[in-house]
């Protein structure tokens, strides 16, 4: 009797084991998927802060900047100064520097693609990316107007108003930035991070 009773215990035992080896098979994957899931969305969440900061700091240098002819030099350099986090610029896709609407209106869809434009009815817009933050001051050639092949020419700093009477213009600073997964156990190889900081042209009275 008593040895019935041991064996009935053993196999008892071996169950209990048995069940909880499975609910632990069962539920390592999604512990993995939480952790994973909370270090991509730090990761995404902190390029993100850095990107909006950038921005903010680049609305600011080119508000102040005004009509001045290196304005878009000196935002990308205050971009490039901003995005330390984001040491690899080949992940910064495309910086826009364009002539906002009102304070919160995005650039065209052809600005955002890619393509620069003049034409005022298209928002005039410079387009960049990132390795154009390292480019130097003599790349934007002209003095008093911008040179054929600046790559700011579209929308020239010098063309730009910042008369009090005559409504200074807003200037819009956009980027996309890629975010690339760490773990790569979500489907894609990452997310795509886009945003824009608008500041009206510092006003000039004369």
């Known amino acids: 009797m008593v040895c019935l009773l041991g064996r009935r215990r053993a196999r008892r035992a071996r169950g209990e084991r048995g069940a909880a080896l499975t609910e632990f098979v069962l539920l390592v994957p999604i512990f993995v998927l939480l952790v994973a899931g909370v270090i991509e969305f730090g990761m995404a969440w902190r390029d993100s802060m850095t990107v909006s900061n950038a921005l903010r700091s680049g609305a600011r240098v080119g508000s102040n900047a005004g009509r001045e002819r290196s304005a878009d030099y ?43 434009s003049a034409l005022p009815s298209a928002k005039p817009c410079n387009v960049y990316s990132g390795a154009d933050m390292a480019r130097p001051a003599s790349d934007f050639s002209g003095t008093t107007s911008c040179g054929n092949s600046a790559p700011d020419r579209f929308w ?43 500041m009206r042209l510092e006003p000039r009275l004369d």
């Not at 910064?92 to 304070?103: F, G, L, P, S």
């Not at 730009?160 to 997964?181: F, T």
Request: hydrophobic share 40%; aromatic share 6%; proline share 7%.
């Open 74 to 116: 000196d935002i990308l350099k205050s971009i490039e100064a901003a995005m330390r986090e984001i040491p690899d610029t080949a992940r910064v896709q495309r910086i826009v520097i364009y002539k906002a609407d009102t304070a919160n209106s995005a650039p065209s869809p052809s600005c955002m693609a890619g393509t620069p």
């Open 156 to 198: 020239c700093p010098v063309n730009r108003q910042n008369q009090q009477a005559l409504g200074a213009d807003y200037l819009g600073v956009w980027m996309q930035v890629r975010y690339n997964y760490i773990t790569h156990i979500f489907p894609g190889t990452g997310l795509t991070i886009k945003d824009r900081a608008i």
